[in-house]
């Protein structure tokens, strides 16, 4: 066995030390959260505008590959809210909901993700997922919370509706405002309010009663549960359905049926981009909150091995009946608190669902979708945060751009646009502010042997010599920046003889830069002014020597300013240097 | 007379102090500017797919609007090699060569490059054209070199061509290879070894005879006159254009005339992105000749007047019958060292160039093609720089790749391709580069308070304390990466109790780092493991200050990383660390 076998097959670890103890805490765990998924899953199924026994099968083959392949050990894999609304908006652009080509769309959509990220795994790429900032991320979340509600308000009204973006949503319960239905409000407000109430209410009242925190927060989770039971029951006991209420339905007594994506060219090629994106935002999603439960227990997540975890668990819902899974925030934070401590809790949990799938299905034919829209909508409204607005516009501008414009854009120019534009935009603010560095001009600060900006301190400088700290690595995008800053310094210094770069805060010189650098010392040659270096670091010297720069430098390298300034400098002092 | 009018209206500064001494000199220089001009300009014309006198047009109306507009004083406007080639292959899209729409397309792109350059201006948002890398300009330059050669190769051979990429153009030469014509290929090739024998030889053969280094540069540029002056009176004198040699033929007598671009919905779409292309390549060919030679005088450019100099010229040039013009380096190095000391230079260029047109033009009747052809061969060989990927290779794969693939796309896909696929990558791996900055785990030099690379030098450490000097800005490419990071060293350090972080390189530290810090921070303070940073620059302890991750921090905030290791580390000797 080698270990690079080993490495693509965790289980191989964890599976070695499996002891009664830890059977018995995953037991537990299995069962609290295959409770918890059961509505969860018919839920997500619905806002994803598939079949509620989609959702099922995609917690059942995924859960069990990603206890092969995954490197967490509390992670729940399946349906999720963020990645059931992508689903539902990247489906609908090729097929109508309903049809059987939706499903076989969801499937490919499934396959073509789980490619993606193997592929990503594969290659050590995980890094790609960088460049989601938290702004975009964040701002991101909060529209789709925002959508995902909005977009189930047509089931607690009992009303037709449609649309991906805010405001086709809103225009299309407007326009069938005419047929709501008094009864399917009356379950939707009052499940919708009693999920509320759990939520807020209930752990307090559990701990004054006398349970745990834990056992209270677990009990929190199982409100979906009673509203789902009091619900169905109501509309099975007072016939409710025949009175307008949409129900489930029926739904097959099955295991998980073999299924195969679609594999069209047409279809791949316009479900390659969502799929990209479903990944991205699913991977980034699920590598948190996995490494959030891992540091708890100081244990290793490999963000790479996890490509390959969701990668493979993708793929099992693809020949499944399933749809694009991933790490999910609120089934992993249970399965932890739960106790679950290796990934065959997982397993457990998606025998527990197997079961359900076979026998507890006709027991939902009564439940109102009324009432799975509520659950949704209580679940998501969490994610709506429009503090991170306030948060990001006092931390910097930048960062609240890229907030705003992800919330913005993807509210009314649909998912895919808004999170495309807050990554162009967030790459496109960080160029920019590295286009312009902080430069400034250091004199030494007297007595001591340090230099500071000599705008903001006494300190003594010496018209002959310009001493420049560049706070920013030096590369193409802000190259011809220093070219001009140090052309215009030294038309308006007439007596100046010395050009110091001090370099303590350049990381890196590209070649661009190293370009930029020759050019300012012939031209400061040409002019009889000598360009001098300082705290140059080590990675970077090393660099420089390659080239024949250093031989053709009109001045010295010095290890340290004050060297610089010691040989260079006839210093004034700062009363009249301020002159 | 407001500052502002003047900051856009150059001329208003030099305009003042001209004297007769200024006077002379520049007319020195204009006269033997124009004289390397007329055949430049009619060979231009003939690259670009035009009728020569739009060559000389290009030359006259620009020069005078640069003239009042641009801020360098020796700066040449006009056609040159590489926006001439650019022009040919975008122009070439939209309509036929030789049509009226040809020309029409062409000075519509003019329209679009001054208007496009006039906004960049206006906004100030010069800084645009620094996400060209000096690689990547590198690259496109010599590629634009091999393309523009080889295009010429059908006019020294007399035989019919086409195409915009190097497959292309070598296929249509192939399968015209019997058309042959030899008069033309010994004219051609006798002009093109006459003109390279200049270039090389002229120079140190005039020195030798006693003139003066100056003065034999300047012979050396009117090298091509002879060779247009030479091979026109062979064709006449000989009556080769009736044995099939390819003349330059009827050139209109006349000033530039008034012409209209066209205003075409479709055109302006179909031109755009070549129009902004253009305006970029040509902005940073011109600024780099113009600074260069400004600072050998130490003069000023401002970048954003020279887009609204370089803006009027291309307007000027769009309304006078010519094509998009820039700040050519061999023109302006020729003014330059010809003593022109303002713009008036160029004026009176112009003049002797509307003079040429005016009366010169029937001259040039029997000048052949493959003399034009010959006088662009030699001059763009210069700009083929192979040495560049040798260079880069040795300095940093990063800028070999992004040299590499811009020579590589441009020859095979084109100009327009090329250049975006370099900018592209450039970005793509500048980012990879920071998303995975260098972190050293540092550890005190004995006897100093300096701190070092644990890998590099004898330091002295402590297991309880683990101290990483962070040699990067932080921003969300590269936050995840330090999660990471310090997630793996603390499961490795069972005896870990300090986290410092030492920030004397992170010049910024984004809400995506802030995000990462704050997860690192409640991670570490749940293993009871503090978290600490010093050397933290002014600026970003600023930012931090307006947050609460400072109020939360579990640990303290050092001004050195000495004080750090003062107040934390109970140090083991060397030895004993390494154990």
């Known amino acids: 066995m080698t270990p690079r076998f080993v490495r693509y097959l965790p289980i191989l670890t964890w599976g070695r030390h499996y002891d009664r103890s830890a059977l018995t805490n995953d037991l537990v765990a299995a069962v609290i959260v295959t409770i918890m998924l059961i509505p969860q899953s018919l839920a997500y199924a619905l806002l994803a505008g598939l079949p509620p026994e989609a959702g099922l099968y995609a917690s059942i083959a995924p859960i069990l590959l990603y206890a092969v392949f995954g490197t967490s050990r509390a992670l729940a894999v399946g349906p999720v809210a963020v990645v059931s609304l992508l689903t539902a908006s990247a489906v609908a652009q090729v097929a109508e909901q309903g049809t059987a080509g939706y499903a076989v769309a969801a499937l490919t959509l499934a396959a073509l993700s789980g490619g993606f990220l193997l592929l990503l795994g594969v290659f050590r790429l995980g890094f790609l997922a960088n460049f989601l900032s938290h702004p975009v991320?964040?701002?991101?979340?909060?529209?789709?919370?925002?959508?995902?509600?909005?977009?189930?308000?047509?089931?607690?009204?009992?009303?037709?509706?449609?649309?991906?973006?805010?405001?086709?949503?809103?225009?299309?319960?407007?326009?069938?405002?005419?047929?709501?239905?008094?009864v399917t409000v009356l379950i939707g407000v009052t499940a919708t309010a009693f999920l509320f109430w759990v939520r807020k209410g209930v752990k307090p009242l559990l701990v004054r009663m006398g349970a745990g925190p834990r056992l209270a927060d677990i009990a929190t989770k199982a409100g979906p549960v009673a509203a789902v039971v009091a619900t169905t029951f109501a509309v099975w006991a007072f016939g409710l359905a025949e009175r307008g209420v949409s129900v489930v339905g029926e739904v097959p007594q099955a295991l998980p049926p073999l299924t195969l994506p679609g594999y069209a060219p047409d279809l791949i090629r316009q479900l390659a981009i969502p799929a990209i994106l479903i990944s991205i935002i699913g991977f980034v999603e699920s590598i948190s909150v996995a490494q959030t439960l891992a540091a708890k227990k100081r244990q290793r997540i490999d963000p790479n091995q996890e490509l390959i975890g969701l990668g493979a668990a993708n793929l099992g819902a693809a020949f499944t009946g399933g749809y694009p899974v991933t790490g999910g925030f609120s089934r992993s934070v249970v399965n932890f608190d739960a106790g679950a401590e290796t990934p065959a809790a997982g397993a457990f949990t998606a025998i527990g669902l197997a079961v359900a799938a076979l026998a507890l299905t006709p027991l939902v034919y009564y439940l109102p979708n009324a009432t799975l829209a509520a659950t949704i909508v209580v679940a998501v409204l969490s994610l709506v945060d429009f503090a991170i607005l306030k948060k990001t516009w006092s931390y910097s501008r930048a960062d609240f751009a890229a907030v705003a414009a992800t919330i913005l854009l993807t509210l009314t120019l649909g998912v895919e646009i808004g999170v495309a534009s807050g990554v162009i935009l967030s790459i496109a603010l960080h160029l920019y502010k590295t286009s312009k560095p902080h430069v400034a001009e250091v004199g030494l600060v007297p007595g001591t042997n340090h230099f500071r900006n000599i705008h903001r301190h006494d300190v003594t400088t010496d018209p002959e010599v310009l001493a420049l700290r560049v706070d920013e690595s030096l590369y193409f995008v802000n190259a011809r920046f220093l070219e001009d800053l140090i052309q215009d310094r030294v038309v308006d210094g007439a007596a100046l003889r010395h050009v110091i770069l001090m370099c303590s805060a350049v990381n890196e010189i590209d070649y661009s830069a190293l370009e930029s650098l020759e050019a300012i010392n012939l031209r400061l040659r040409d002019l009889g002014v000598g360009l001098h270096l300082s705290e140059v670091k080590g990675p970077v010297m090393d660099r420089l020597k390659t080239t024949h720069f250093l031989d053709q430098l009109n001045g010295r390298v010095f290890l340290s300013q004050y060297d610089a300034w010691t040989a260079l400098a006839k210093p004034n002092d700062p009363a009249k240097a301020a002159e």
């Open 137 to 182: 991320i964040a701002g991101f979340i909060t529209a789709s919370g925002i959508l995902i509600a909005t977009s189930q308000l047509k089931h607690i009204l009992g009303v037709e509706g449609g649309g991906h973006t805010l405001i086709d949503m809103v225009s299309a319960l407007v326009s069938h405002a005419g047929q709501v239905n008094p």
